[in-house]
């Protein structure tokens, strides 16, 4: 208590801000926060009114739930104060004048008389400050604020953090501590401060807690957050900076106060009034104000800032299957004795912490001894440092202080794996955010992880933080091999967290895909979809309930089902239906949950294989997890990894342009089409490097049927994503010509094949050639057959069939349409059965099997095919007619409205045309222009129509002449035919009828009845038609070419590759059409009927289209494919670097890294003349010591005396070395042989704080006058059993020292140990406290402890080695929250024991127990009782480590049992 009070006035004096205090009193463990869930953004975008809505019912809701649940403290007994107020007003005690006291506490008798106290006179009351804050004139920049006891508990802090606040937790915790008041940094170490603060706060998604006040190192975080935000570096959201502040200190906080919560409360930063107060700093995004009733008391804030650190690093985050427990790390900048305790009580909880070098006083100091091994750091050396580093202030250090400043830095510096000191250039270290994550990594190494957990929680850290260099650089080395396995759970999190810098990772170590992907890790993965992700949404409308609740086969089942539905119909599923018993078992399925701290991540990370059971291509199940969330970077990655890369790349298309067609978000959906471009760009390139090695075996991977992708062919997915660009590939085409002239020669000329069609005995004249050699020489009738199976002529012959169709269909209207059907009309009739037919064959034809339902689907899906439908249905409704003579002439009219539909067929014939199809294309694009024309055309007529009928006509009720003067009319004004009375000039009474009762004429306009004139306002309708005519003439006609001709431009572009994709639909269908032409069709139809119906062979797909390769020949195609993909992918890296942006980026690159190395020359040459200078102070250290030696050696001897032996100066300790490279170089300190845990400041199991006893003065020969340690005997209940308290010589007088006393034996292993004033004096020197401590006996107490070892063995049993050396497992027990594992006993002699005392102390004799064979009896025996201890105590098998953390005289002793045994240690 002592050590806090002088803490807390060293605070108040200095004005330190500080974060790790020593609590004042023993506090109870907080129970963790329930159910801390954070939402995630819903998928429904709400409209602004909504927002507003919202907005004020979450203000409401915070209100209600902080004036339930936050407390602020109110002083209640106004005692007048000796001292005055700034302003010269009489003040409480409490620092508050009267006025601001409540009336009970000025009014109230209850206490009178009593002193002041604030634990009885200061009382909790609901909080009346919270909300929004603004600071004034300093932007729209709104944080959030809360007034708050000092007692309020972390857990409901952190609930009002995470839940009303709504901040996600965090992957870290960076506490910045300091100097309070402002302080100097050079202008290069502030800029690399405040960028790599930012950097890693934004990267690994950190909270940074600081004081909050506008001054010290609390205003370079601000100014590092405000500089960052204003150059728009932020890319994943704001920095959450957090100030922990004292109310009482706080100036202007009146303007805070707002009992219903201020939405927003101004703040105005008034530096220049403020006093002895501090301001808030506004670039701070929370604020949490500890009031403890007190105005103008600073540190308030200490106690309350070290138990949330302390909280929140104990919770929990989980995240993508990784559960980890929230790091937390202190960076320290300047500061003073306030500082030096926040960097001691950090230490030793186990926080590392940052030293920044060059930002001045505590941490200039521990930076310049950091480096030196601990029997360098003297009283002397520090009292040197402190005179250099604190000038102003070191007057007022305390020959006592300097001792307390000794032992604490010597402390801190002991446990080197939690002290990183941050150099500007050190090792080519720029940043401190490297050093902050090497330094939470270097920390982790010290903790309760042994072995692969060790490695496994650094990588679980790395990943959190998504900081792939920092695993590349301390992770992924040569002193760890990972295996494949190792790494499947960080791969899980990496995934669904999407970072693909991660994946790419583990994929270059070792990961394979293929044996990654399981059923559970898939069906996981489908559980932690992006919920704002589309395919989300139609997953769950599938599922239609809650999907952890499903079966993994029921789940990937609908998956499939919406996959299919985005592929399209030509797909079958993904996945197979799972049975129908699976389809009933529901059942829970636990999610997977990966803890770091103390679990190994294996043991709840399931991993099956055998993924033949559920998927083909596991490669493939997780492409088309990213591609559906529109993760690119991850998509990419995995893409590069798959096997039937073309298929993918076109099905990835298919899928993103399906999922844009529902996409909302303008932003989204042009991402997802952009995406959908480059696998579609992905997919020509890989095909053109197939194409360009081998022909053949390209056009074999169009049409090869992919079991992966739904058995359907890249071919067919290319056109259903409409991949234009694809299919116009040269290489495409050439297959498709190929296909269209069958087994003829592609050379052939048209007039050859028509002469041969017509006249087919000379196809055996060689008019014609053919691809095959062997019917090139045959005249045979496979040459026949051959040839009119073409496509080519197939298609040629149904031209000139259907030609002959519209001829005679012509004829037959025009000059034989009888009362009863001509010869030629019946032809007609039987011409079109067979066109019915082949209709019919086409919607039936099914070789996929797919069901008749979807064939009919793809089969009016053809704009064509429902063209031929209506234009059949129409000569049937026309037939009808005509067979009744009631009906004659209607029938006719039926049928010749219907020759016109037919006639419209030839477009589509005509679309094989290399010149018409193209032009085709632009009119039917020109067909839509013309559509919205007419909207716009309609609404000139319509009006001018309405306008001039009603002027000249009153009273038309004949329909048909209204419809010709408003629309007819008007329509034909547009072409020139103006109306004839529109002016009166043309008007004659004899062309119209005045009442309208002539059927044939026109009603006549008003007109004088007496003079037979009209009467209408001539200038009025002229006006309108002039105006009718200026518009719709020349404004909208006008726009109509312009339209024309944009769309002839934008579509001539395209239209190549638009023919190009068209061509193939024709192609297969004649491909697959049967030879003759109608109506000698009805044979072939005959045939077919006879093969399906009677002789049930079913239908086949010809190969050209979908070919089924075998297994082998399918692997060696797939093989070469994949091997041509890495080129490609090569060749684009190379054209990356190509390019001239990348050119510049390299050039800078290579300029900035120039301009750093410049900079670094200086402070490396120093830095070697340092470590020359250094190597010289130690030669000459050994020299003095040899010489001293000699000198001791020649005065014993006799040789000399006393009075000529000359003084040896003291060594100078060289300042500023690595603490990391001296640790290696002198890894024995023979300075720190003393007992180290026996002199912890804190005694264990109670608030008892040694005297502070540095390394120099612990042996009882030094002197060290000032030396007054406490005494403290523990009350034990076993009274009998132990010695006397000590308190009294007289009880301690019976006690025999270095003697068997009755039963006990008080000698001590290391020999006769001094007894002064009747107690025995510690052997090992000053431990820092008297009496006998925690102990049952004063001087030695005597243990035995056993190490207990087996050999560890592998699953087989066998026994593992490294370095040839055999291993050892050692039982290590800890007891309760120490963080070191302690052997169940250890060898002959002192143990350095944290209840050691200067009259006590563990004396322990170690005994070795070996367990050679894994199936000893008495081993088994142990094992089944291991679990059967203490609650507060855990023991378990570890593998025997130089790095494990064990107490460093367990450690030697576990040395020697590895010797014992030659094993590896």
């Not at 001539?1018 to 009718?1028: A, G, K, N, Q, R």
Request: some cysteine; hydrophobic content about 40%.
């Amino acid at each position: 208590m002592e050590l806090l009070a002088k803490r807390h006035r060293d605070q108040a004096s200095s004005g330190e801000e500080d974060s790790f205090g020593v609590q004042p009193r023993r506090v109870a463990d907080l129970a963790m926060v329930p159910n801390l869930r954070w939402s995630s953004t819903g998928l429904c975008r709400r409209t602004r009114s909504q927002c507003l809505f919202s907005s004020c019912e979450k203000q409401g809701d915070l209100s209600s739930w902080i004036s339930d649940n936050i407390k602020k403290k109110e002083c209640i007994y106004f005692v007048e104060s000796s001292k005055l107020s700034d302003a010269g007003k009489v003040v409480c005690e409490c620092g508050y004048p009267r006025e601001q006291h409540l009336e009970e506490a000025t009014g109230s008798h209850t206490f009178q008389g009593q002193e002041w106290d604030p634990k009885k006179h200061v009382r909790e009351m609901p909080t009346d400050a919270f909300g929004d804050i603004v600071f004034t004139g300093l932007g729209q920049k709104v944080g959030k604020y809360v007034r708050l006891s000092q007692d309020t508990p972390s857990s409901l802090i952190y609930q009002l953090m995470t839940q009303q606040w709504g901040l996600d937790a965090p992957n870290l915790l960076i506490s910045v501590t300091g100097g309070a008041k402002d302080f100097k940094m050079k202008p290069r170490l502030k800029s690399i401060f405040r960028r790599g603060l930012l950097k890693v706060a934004q990267t690994s998604g950190a909270w940074v807690i600081t004081g909050g006040s506008h001054t010290g190192v609390m205003k370079q975080v601000g100014e590092a957050v405000r500089n960052f935000s204003l150059s728009g570096s932020f890319c994943e959201g704001e920095v959450v900076t957090i100030g922990i502040a004292t109310w009482g200190a706080l100036h202007n906080r009146e303007s805070l106060i707002h009992p219903t919560g201020g939405f927003p409360a101004e703040y105005i930063m008034d530096e220049g009034g403020q006093g002895h107060l501090t301001c808030l700093d506004s670039n701070h995004s929370h604020f949490i104000l500890v009031d403890d009733g007190t105005h103008g008391r600073y540190g308030v804030e200490i106690p309350l800032r070290t138990k949330l650190e302390k909280f929140i690093s104990q919770q929990t985050k989980e995240r993508g299957g990784v559960a980890i427990k929230i790091p937390i790390v202190c960076v320290v900048l300047e500061g003073g004795p306030g500082t030096l305790n926040t960097i001691y009580n950090a230490i030793t909880n186990g926080t590392p912490c940052v030293v920044v070098e060059g930002s001045g006083r505590v941490a200039d100091v521990i930076a310049q001894v950091a480096g030196l091994p601990i029997s360098e750091i003297t009283i002397s050396l520090i009292q040197q440092k402190l005179s250099m580093f604190f000038q102003g202030m070191f007057e007022t250090f305390t020959e006592s202080k300097i001792v307390e400043w000794t032992k604490k830095i010597q402390d801190i510096v002991r446990r080197r794996q939690l002290l990183t000191v941050f150099r500007e250039g050190k090792d080519g270290q720029q940043d401190v955010d490297v050093a902050i994550l090497q330094a939470l990594l270097k920390a982790s190494r010290s903790l309760d992880h042994f072995g692969h957990e060790n490695w496994d929680h650094q990588l679980n850290l790395a990943v959190a933080w998504n900081r792939v260099d920092i695993a590349q650089s301390e992770i992924f080395t040569d002193e760890r091999q990972w295996k494949p396995s190792e790494l499947y759970p960080m791969m899980v999190a990496a995934l669904i967290t999407n970072k693909p810098e991660f994946v790419k990772l583990f994929l270059e170590n070792g990961v394979q895909l293929k044996e990654f992907v399981s059923q559970a890790t898939l069906f996981y993965l489908y559980q932690n979809l992006e919920p704002t992700c589309l395919f989300h949404c139609k997953l769950d409308r599938v599922l239609g309930g809650e999907p952890e609740r499903l079966d993994p086969g029921v789940l990937l089942q609908c998956v499939a089902q919406v996959l299919q539905e985005l592929l399209g119909d030509s797909t079958q599923l993904l996945y197979s239906r799972p049975r129908s018993s699976d389809q009933q078992r529901l059942f829970t399925v636990p999610s997977v949950k990966i803890s770091v701290q103390g679990v190994n991540p294996q043991s709840s990370y399931k991993h099956s294989s055998g993924q033949a059971t559920f998927t083909i291509d596991p490669v493939r199940d997780l492409l088309i997890w990213a591609v559906v969330q529109n993760r690119r970077e991850l998509a990419e990655i995995i893409w590069a990894q798959s096997q039937d890369c073309i298929a993918a790349a076109l099905a990835c298309s298919k899928i993103l342009k399906e999922l844009s067609k529902e996409e909302e978000d303008t932003d989204s959906l042009e991402e997802m089409l952009v995406l959908a471009d480059e696998y579609e760009q992905r997919a020509i390139g890989v095909f053109t490097e197939c194409y360009r090695q081998n022909e053949e075996r390209a056009q074999k991977l169009l049409v090869r049927v992919s079991e992966a992708w739904g058995r359907t062919t890249c071919l067919q997915l290319a056109l259903e994503a409409k991949d234009m660009k694809f299919v116009s590939h040269g290489g495409i085409q050439a297959y498709l010509t190929k296909v269209w002239w069958g087994q003829l020669s592609v050379d052939n000329g048209l007039w050859r094949l028509v002469l041969c069609m017509l006249v087919f005995p000379l196809l055996y004249t060689g008019l014609v050639s053919f691809r095959n050699r062997e019917l090139q020489t045959d005249r045979c009738l496979a040459r026949v057959r051959a040839f009119f199976s073409a496509p080519v002529v197939v298609f040629h012959m149904n031209i000139l069939s259907y030609f002959a169709f519209l001829c005679l269909f012509a004829y037959v209207l025009m000059v034989d349409f009888q009362p009863q059907p001509s010869s030629c009309e019946c032809l007609i009739y039987v011409w079109l059965f067979s066109l019915v037919c082949e209709e019919l064959r086409q919607l039936f034809y099914d070789p996929d099997g797919s069901g008749l339902r979807k064939a009919v689907l793809v089969y009016f899906s053809d704009y064509w095919n429902k063209l031929d439908v209506c234009a059949i249905l129409l000569f049937i409704a026309g037939l009808t007619c005509r067979l009744m003579p009631s009906l004659l002439y209607t029938g006719r009219i039926i049928l010749s409205l219907d020759f016109t539909m037919f006639c419209l067929r030839l477009m589509h014939i005509f679309t094989i045309s290399k010149t018409l199809g193209p032009k085709i294309i632009i009119v039917k694009r020109m067909m839509k222009d013309v559509f919205f024309f007419l909207f716009l055309l309609a609404v000139w007529v319509v009006s001018f129509g309405v306008a001039k009928q009603a002027i000249l006509i009153h009273n038309e009720r004949r329909v048909e002449w209204i419809f010709r003067g408003a629309i007819y009319h008007s329509y034909l004004t547009i072409f020139g035919q103006l109306p004839t009375y529109i002016d009166g000039v043309n008007f004659k009474p004899d062309q119209c009828s005045p009442n309208g009762t002539d059927p044939y004429k026109p009603k006549c306009p008003e007109i004088d009845q007496a003079r037979q004139e009209p009467v209408f306002p001539e200038w009025l309708t002229v006006l309108l038609l002039c105006l009718y005519l200026l518009f719709a003439n020349i404004l909208l006609l006008n726009l109509l070419i312009a339209m024309f001709n944009y769309t002839f431009q934008q579509v001539q572009e395209h239209t190549d590759q638009i023919w190009k994709f068209q061509r193939h639909d024709l192609i297969e269908e004649y491909q697959g059409r049967p030879p003759a032409p109608p109506p000698f069709i009805l044979l072939s139809h005959l045939h077919l009927i006879i093969k399906r119906v009677v002789l049930k062979i079913p239908a086949k797909r010809h190969k050209l289209f979908k070919n089924k390769l075998e297994k082998t020949e399918e692997a060696a195609l797939l093989s070469w494919e994949m091997y041509l993909k890495e080129n490609y992918l090569q060749e684009q890296q190379f054209q990356q670097k190509q390019r001239p942006e990348q050119k510049i980026q390299d050039v800078s690159d290579k300029v900035d890294s120039m301009v750093r190395l410049l900079e670094m020359a200086h402070l490396k040459k120093s830095g070697a003349v340092e470590q020359r200078l250094a190597s010289l102070e130690e030669q000459v250290a050994q020299t003095a010591t040899a010489l001293h030696w000699i000198v001791k050696a020649l005065r014993d001897s006799g040789f000399g005396s006393e009075e000529g032996v000359p003084t040896l100066a003291p060594q100078k300790a060289s300042v500023g070395r690595d603490p990391e490279l001296d640790s290696r170089s002198k890894a024995e300190d023979p300075g720190d042989a003393y007992h180290v845990n026996a002199r912890h400041l804190l005694y264990p199991s109670c608030s008892v704080l040694r005297f502070p006893v540095p390394n120099e003065k612990v042996p009882w020969e030094t002197e060290f006058l000032m030396y007054n340690p406490p005494f403290y005997t523990a009350d034990r209940k076993d009274k009998d059993l132990v010695d006397p308290v000590g308190d009294a010589l007289e009880p301690l007088s019976r006690i025999s020292y270095n003697a068997v006393d009755g039963p006990l034996d008080r000698r001590s292993f290391h020999g006769v140990y001094t007894v002064r004033d009747g107690l025995p004096l510690n052997p090992m020197g000053r431990t820092g406290l008297r009496g006998r401590g925690d102990l049952s006996r004063f001087g030695p107490n005597h243990t035995l402890q056993p190490v207990i070892t087996r050999w560890r063995r592998s699953l087989d049993g066998a026994i593992c080695r490294k370095n040839v050396k055999k291993m050892l497992e050692v039982l290590v027990v800890k007891h309760g929250p120490s963080e070191h594992w302690m052997l169940p006993g250890v060898y002959r002699g002192y143990m350095d024991d944290p209840r050691n005392t200067d009259n006590a102390w563990i004396e322990t004799v170690a005994v070795s127990i070996h367990f050679p064979d894994q199936s000893d009896v008495e081993l088994k025996r142990l094992n089944s009782h291991l679990h059967s201890c203490d609650e507060g105590m855990a023991i378990r098998w570890q593998v025997v480590d130089e790095r494990i953390p064990l107490y460093d005289n367990h450690k030697v002793i576990l040395q020697k049992v590895a010797a014992l045994f030659m094993a590896y240690y």
